[in-house]
């Protein structure tokens, strides 16, 4: 069992950064990759950013150049830095954490533990 929780979220007018955290805890071992996801009202739910223990990344084309994800194992901690942020962006984000090998995956049947989920709002 891993529990993730977000923080770092909140408001930002469009052009600004956010960056967000994810702290894993519980049975850690069993992660071999993480990512950040995002849903707005509406929408399907969207894999942003992934990572995997070697760290090998994975963006979705929508957020390429503008967001960046890493990971500090020691801390099992991953962090996604958001910049030039779009109204588009909107939505919440969720961390999610999975036995997943080989290439990041942005799908969200990959991972099997998530976080409760964090707001970013992006203001035009």
């Known amino acids: 069992q891993v529990m993730l929780v977000e923080s770092g979220g909140g408001s930002v007018q469009a052009g600004g950064s956010l960056r967000l955290s994810c702290a894993a805890s519980?049975?850690?071992?069993?992660?071999?990759?993480m990512a950040w996801f995002r849903q707005a009202p509406g929408k399907e739910r969207e894999g942003v950013a992934a990572?995997?223990?070697?760290?090998?990344?994975a963006f979705a084309d929508s957020v390429k150049d503008r967001f960046t994800i890493s990971q500090d194992n020691a801390k099992n901690t991953i962090d996604l830095q958001m910049n030039s942020l779009k109204p588009e962006d909107t939505a919440m984000y969720y961390c999610?954490?999975?036995?997943?090998?080989?290439?990041?995956?942005?799908?969200?049947?990959?991972?099997?533990?998530w976080g409760q989920g964090i707001r970013v709002t992006v203001s035009s």
């Open positions: 999610a954490a999975g036995p997943n090998l080989g290439i990041p995956s942005l799908a969200p049947p990959a991972y099997n533990s």
């Open positions: 990572i995997d223990r070697s760290g090998k990344v």
């Open positions: 519980g049975r850690t071992y069993n992660i071999y990759s």
